[in-house]
DNA sequence: AGCCCTTAATTGCATAGGCAATTGGACGCT
DNA sequence: AGCGTCCAATTGCCTATGCAATTAAGGGCT
């Protein structure tokens, strides 16, 4: 059974030698062939199997490890991994591109803008500190005239002090933030909530309607950089996203 | 300046070489040391500056590449890349684990179960074909004997047979189908809609109330494995992920 | 049986070297 | 100047080999 194992792996002939390898072992796990648990040949049998060198085999099997589908330790060998927790990954893009890719024409304006220290009612919807200077922006997209996502941000200006000779006035703050600042930490909720009055009539529906909402905060290294809050007309909008079990689809 | 950027790689000791190498360059990229465009050194002038083999300093530039931070053509060279769209990820539980996640108690019911051919209108909502066989069920999912999330779901028995004869009575449809089929594919969608008065009751909740929607579609290969709409009350749970700008963290 | 020690299987990491593929840029020709 | 040709820089891939780290399993001792 060992030697059934070793003879499914096969070289297609396209492609680098560790891709063929790759992709064969990936085909008999996502085909149901090596079912999680099944032990996968160690690398010198498929070496001997594949004329191939170990460090070839061991190439393709790291990348397997690497996308989740085995699970290898040194002296137990290799084995097919359980599938995992399922990833839902979205595009998150930006919002003239998200409205442009729906084919409508894009416009915005700034709402509000006020640059300082939080109030306390601020401070506390972003979790920021009292003291620290921040810009604060109200700005609405339009998706062909209607309102497509209410943005309300928050700028750290102490990790990104340029925001504050800017008047976004042609750049939407979250398209200039890409260009001008770096970030290596993001987190992203996404629920759902009745529209409170003031919001309602900005996005032209009715109070209570439900509406998504999108609440990102992004870091860089350790120093808070921005925060947001997008309020969709839910009716109007949902988020889409394919993918494969293994994050690489 | 090109020596600059040299004698900016360094190595730290902790961990392997290939992996300091990468975590240098990575480090120098996101702190914006070397911003977007800038040529990275080539392997053999890393190799020599760093006293490693070529092989070893191949391998952190390669990982960087498929971690999107930079890019790589033979003869021009090795450059930092721009940030790319911004992807959320999100953690799709099974909801029993999501329910105990919380800290609390689960428990769940099938509320309905029809197998045979899809009604139409059955077949519009889910996208089926008329005349393919199918187990519809109504699940209801609570924590703390408060209701958590309403699923109903759709089971391509063509793909899934062994779904026929099962009851799930002691395993919720979901994590069934995890332990019990493959899946290759699989498409969400995220939206906020008001509650249907049917809906609203089983959810203990008014009609109209705002709810996060997520529907998804599983495929193996090309064949469809399942379907499902699971309805959260929108202001009792949230989905909330945490990453980088580059897929993994 | 229970416990410790050794052995060996397996993966992880690194080196050294070589050939292939791509392509920017220099060079020469018109 | 414009065009084609060739060269060389750079990355991509592969082989062969060796040592290190981990640890399952067996063997020996009490």
Redesign the pocket.
Known sequence: MAQDRLDAVKLDGTG????QIRRSIRDLILGGTWPPGTS?P???ALMEQL??????V??A??QL?REGLIT???????VVASPPTTHAMLDILSIPAEVERLGQRYAYEVLARHDGRPSPELALRFGLKRGEKIAHLVTLHRADDRPHVLEERVIHLATVPAAAAEDFARTPPGDWLLQHSLWSQAEHAISAIPAEPDDAALLDIAAGEACLLIERRTWNQAAPVTAVRLLYPGNRHRFVGRFGPYGAV
Request: glycine share 8%; proline share 8%; charged share 30%.
């Open positions: 680098p030698i560790y891709d996968v160690p690398e010198h004329g191939a060198s170990r460090m070839t061991h190439r099997l790291v490890a290898r330790r040194r002296r137990s060998g290799t």
